[in-house]
């Protein structure tokens, strides 16, 4: 099928899906999820993962994340870096532990392939959690703030952990001084990221507002956005990582509302379906039959885990319980980082195709039903508080 007749349907089909999502008071997430699913192999196969969605989708996360970052509040992230920092350790533990004890004890797995299943539940994407946060106004307030400062500190948690579970356990061994190597890389991305985003971006954007040329501060934003991403690639991070602090730091200045204006339509017209469509795209159902049991139990762990292990986190600071349970289901998408450590397992022979497919549909499964957990806690909030 040609890139631009699936372009056409991706885009068509996810309005149409936020649209009825919508009316039945879902978040529009969901319809664009399912967008996925059904047109995907799951269902009806009018789409499958390609090059073109895989690109698209990277693209679209990485504005995603982006514009997050440009709505952002860097005071109101550095003033809860405590409570994030509890909350990402804790909904790293309580999920890991739980898959370990679960894939050991009663599937039989091996020490190393359960340590590896359970990593893979420990991996948050607040992706689908900030579309969320937008549509109900609670990306600035404190549990969203909170959640933010999770998701970073669980992003760097999961590639260290990563780093070392490669190093003990995978099919070639890694030295201590790469462990440090790349700890080394990671300490020096937020020195650079944060460096940058005070001395240089204000810089560079007011350079480039000067420039006689059309669209030169959208076209600056996108530099920045895109450059940031792949300094965080090329330090052993993650893209959407890089792309949410080239947003907070451009939310800093006074280029902030307009540009904030000019790039999200570019996102959310084009680059974002595709991505939200891609996720449902890699859930299929073939030989789920035989890991039924095995799934569902992963699903249900994946759930619980962040959702108690990162509640209980917020609740340590005097949070209330709708407000840590805000925290806990912003906590519960899996996405790109789940992936990532899937695919590791795979590469160094911890897990077979048959387990592969498993968890990528766990982690599929866990980024539907992520943002109605969220909305639900939301919206009961709210009725509490009037």
């Known amino acids: 099928m040609s890139y631009l007749l699936q372009l056409v349907i991706i885009l068509l ?16 997430v969901i319809g664009e999820l399912l967008v ?30 982006f514009i997050a ?22 909904g790293v533990i309580v999920p890991t532990a739980s898959a370990f004890l679960l894939c050991y004890y009663v599937f039989g797995f091996s020490a190393k392939t359960a340590i590896f299943l359970g990593l893979i539940l420990s991996a948050t994407s607040v992706s689908i959690t900030v579309q969320v946060l937008r549509e109900m106004q609670r990306l600035n307030s404190p549990e969203g703030s909170m959640i933010l400062g999770a998701a970073v500190a669980d992003d760097i948690i999961c590639v260290i952990l990563l780093g070392i579970c490669v ?17 080394g890389l990671m300490l020096l991305f937020f020195v650079l990221a944060l460096s940058l985003g005070k001395w240089f971006v204000p810089k560079f954007l007011a350079v480039f507002s000067r420039l006689n040329a059309s669209e030169n501060e959208t076209t600056a934003a996108l530099v920045l956005c895109f450059g940031f991403a792949f300094l965080a690639v090329s330090l052993g991070m993650s893209d959407v990582l ?66 108690i292990g990162c509640g209980l986190g917020a609740r340590c600071f005097g949070l209330s319980t709708n407000a840590a349970n805000i925290v806990g289901a912003g906590m519960v998408s899996r996405g790109e980082m789940a992936l990532v450590v899937t695919n ?15 968890m990528i549909v766990v982690t599929v499964i866990t980024t539907l039903i992520a943002p109605l957990l969220l909305k639900y806690y939301i919206q009961r909030s709210t009725q509490l508080e009037v």
């Open 13 to 28: 089909l996810t309005k149409l899906g936020a649209h009825l999502s919508n009316i039945f008071n879902f978040p529009s």
């Open 69 to 90: 970052g440009l709505e952002g509040d860097l005071k109101a992230l550095l003033h809860y870096w405590k409570p994030s920092l509890t909350v990402a350790i804790l």
């Open 167 to 183: 190093s003990l356990f995978g099919t070639t061994a890694t030295s201590p001084r790469s462990i440090s190597l790349m700890l």
């Open 344 to 358: 590791v397992a795979l590469s160094t022979h911890l897990i077979d195709q048959n387990h592969y497919t498993a």
């Open 242 to 307: 890089g792309a949410y602090f080239a947003g907070l730091a451009i939310s800093e200045t006074n280029f902030k509302e307009r540009l904030a204006l000019k790039i999200e339509p570019i996102g959310y017209a084009v680059f974002i379906p595709v991505f939200f469509v891609s996720i449902g795209l890699n859930i299929s159902f073939v030989g789920m039959s035989k890991d039924i049991l095995f799934i569902t139990c992963l699903i249900i762990i994946a759930i619980l885990g962040k959702q």
């Open 36 to 65: 996925g699913v059904l047109a995907g192999p799951a269902v009806l196969n009018l789409l499958a993962p390609n090059t073109f969605t895989h690109y698209f989708a990277e693209l679209g996360v990485i504005v995603l994340m």
